[in-house]
């Protein structure tokens, strides 16, 4: 096998569709055409004489050749934007930490550790965006991302089944909460039957995975009455508060609950926990990378 004739835009492609999970995806985000992704890729696997990404009807995923040529493209890729921000006069990569995060963080848990960071740590710069769990794994794997802030549900099984397995620090694991209007009559106490769950109007989510919907009691025995859907949480903390439904919240959304709104724990049904987690590939990381999970573990302590 010869790599010697591998472009760097073939290997930029290569690094975009592991991330993204599809072609059409990794074109979307590239401004290409599918057409030229697809070359790009087959130009790589002829370098390496393997299939390196196995097709499946819901996207692609890495083969074993696929992986280690991922490793090292991520590596010449850094080093080489390393390089070019050396040269325009910017700080090197030890002072960048590239961050992702699952959509209720941004809503206090990330600012918080932000404004921390800035104040101890004023040079380290830090970029940062929201995605799914399949999203940001695939990110960490592909080398997009330095850190991922991922929540997870019982039985907490592994991110991927991908090697080699990711780092992970559990950062917190509290039980779920229900948001409900300061009006309604599941808000007169300090926490909510399981039983009077049943026949609420709900404020919730499309969500892959085990929950079908997000916002949702998680074990209801009935088919919920889904009144509003809202990716965004903090519009569901709005609707919430206008008297709309209820939803379920992280205990660390009731900073960020408007007024009108009051965070409950629920007794007399199975305990919902819920982690937040900080993941990484294995290694011994930037210094850049270290500060922000040590900022982001006193977040979520306080």
């Known amino acids: ?60 995923r890495l083969t074993p050749a696929g992986q280690v040529v991922l490793r090292n493209a991520a590596r010449i890729l850094d080093q080489l934007d390393s390089t070019a921000r050396e040269l325009a006069g910017l700080p090197a990569e030890g002072g960048t930490v590239r961050l992702g995060w699952f959509p209720s963080a941004g809503a206090v848990l990330v600012p ?12 380290i710069k830090v970029t940062s965006r929201e995605g799914s769990t399949p999203a940001l794994v695939r990110a960490l794997r ?26 992970v620090q559990v950062l917190v ?5 229900l948001a409900v209007p300061v009006g309604h009559p599941l808000a007169a106490g300090e926490s909510v039957p399981f039983a009077e769950l049943r026949g609420q109007q709900w404020i919730a989510g499309p969500a892959s995975g ?13 088919r919920p009455e889904i009144v509003h859907t809202a990716r965004d949480w903090l519009a569901k903390l709005q609707l919430v508060a206008a008297g709309a439904g209820i939803t379920t919240v992280a205990p660390s959304l009731e900073a960020a609950a ?3 709104v009051r965070i409950l724990p629920v007794h007399g049904g199975p305990q919902e926990l819920r982690r937040i987690v900080i993941a990484r590939l294995p290694g011994p990381g930037s210094t850049a990378a270290t500060h922000l999970a040590n900022a982001l573990r006193t977040a979520t302590a306080t």
């Open 1 to 60: 096998m010869d790599f010697t004739d591998v472009s760097l835009v073939a290997l930029k492609v290569f690094r975009e569709v592991a991330e993204r999970g599809t072609f059409t995806a990794a074109a979307t985000a590239l401004g290409y055409t599918q057409s030229a992704v697809s070359r790009q890729i087959a130009s790589i696997e002829r370098a390496a004489q393997a299939q390196l990404l196995e097709r499946r009807r819901e996207g692609v």
């Open 112 to 123: 918080k550790a932000m404004a921390a960071l800035r104040r101890s740590h004023p040079a």
């Open 142 to 167: 592909a080398g997009s991302l330095d850190l991922a802030l991922v929540a997870s549900a019982p039985p907490f099984r592994p991110l991927d089944a991908e090697s080699p397995a990711f780092d």
């Open 173 to 177: 694991e509290r039980a779920l909460c």
């Open 210 to 222: 085990e929950e079908k919907w997000m916002g949702v009691w998680p074990g209801l025995d009935e």
């Open 258 to 260: 408007p007024p009108g």
